[in-house]
């Protein structure tokens, strides 16, 4: 079964923290992975994709991504209360099929 | 970046009957579409993939008779509920990808269907 497994949180921190998002998913042989942000009542928005080992940086966003430990994780420098939304992670099966986690929803507090 | 359009953005209908939703890809040809359905607090479930020109793919236990897709052109899918019930009641949305972003799932902006 192909799974991504995320922590549903809440996460709450503190305006001008770092929020850490986690993400680990079962497909050793996924290639492509992404973040993407919801608030509610909205669509989905892409904030990064990543495809190979290390770490990837856009403005106050880094993901990384660890493979051989089948994880892929979010940094949020900065956080700023605009921040607060569920922020999915998903993973590309090759065939254009995307699997998504539940999310994990994210409050910055002011 | 590409933008996908989806109407409507809410629709309120009497159980029995069908409800049509629509989305275009406005600035690129979408070679695949997606349909999810995302109830209040949970993640998106896929429900079918469309390709242009064929039949679309459903994912295991989503009715293909209940919720019909169309895929008729490289810019539009439509997705029918067809005979609604309260159970239908959800967020839908539509995604697509284009032969550039790989992947990259560009989302129409939802519509929430309730039925009474």
């Known amino acids: 079964q192909k799974e991504v497994e995320q922590n549903s949180g809440p996460l709450s921190v503190p305006e001008g923290a770092i929020a850490s998002l986690n993400c680990t998913y079962s497909?050793?042989?996924?290639?492509?992975f992404f973040w993407y942000r919801q608030y509610s009542g909205k669509s989905p928005e892409l904030i990064m994709s990543?495809?190979?080992?290390g770490d990837k940086e856009d403005g106050r966003f880094t993901a990384q991504l660890n493979k051989a430990s089948q994880y892929v994780s979010l940094l949020i420098r900065d956080s700023q209360p605009s921040d607060s939304a569920t922020y999915l992670c998903?993973?590309?099966?090759?065939?254009?099929?995307?699997?998504f986690g539940a999310g994990t929803r994210l409050f910055v507090k002011a | 970046g590409a933008v996908v359009s989806q109407h409507p953005s809410w629709v309120i209908c009497k159980s029995g009957t069908s409800v049509k939703i629509e989305c275009r890809s406005l600035?690129?040809?979408?070679?695949?579409m997606f349909w999810y359905r995302q109830f209040p607090k949970q993640s998106l479930m896929l429900m079918a993939t469309?390709?242009?020109?064929?039949?679309?793919?459903?994912e295991q236990g989503v009715e293909k008779d209940k919720f019909l897709i169309n895929h008729a052109s490289l810019t539009l899918s439509t997705l029918t509920v067809t005979s609604a019930h309260p159970e239908d009641s959800s967020f839908y949305i539509c995604?697509?990808?284009?032969?550039?972003?790989?992947?990259?799932?560009?989302f129409g902006s939802g519509t929430q269907l309730s039925v009474l």
């Open positions: 998903a993973w590309g099966t090759g065939g254009f099929k995307t699997i």
């Open positions: 497909d050793r042989g996924s290639q492509s």
């Open positions: 990543i495809y190979s080992n």
């Open positions: 600035d690129f040809q979408a070679t695949t």
């Open positions: 469309s390709n242009e020109g064929s039949k679309a793919t459903y």
């Open positions: 995604s697509a990808t284009d032969r550039v972003s790989y992947e990259k799932l560009f």
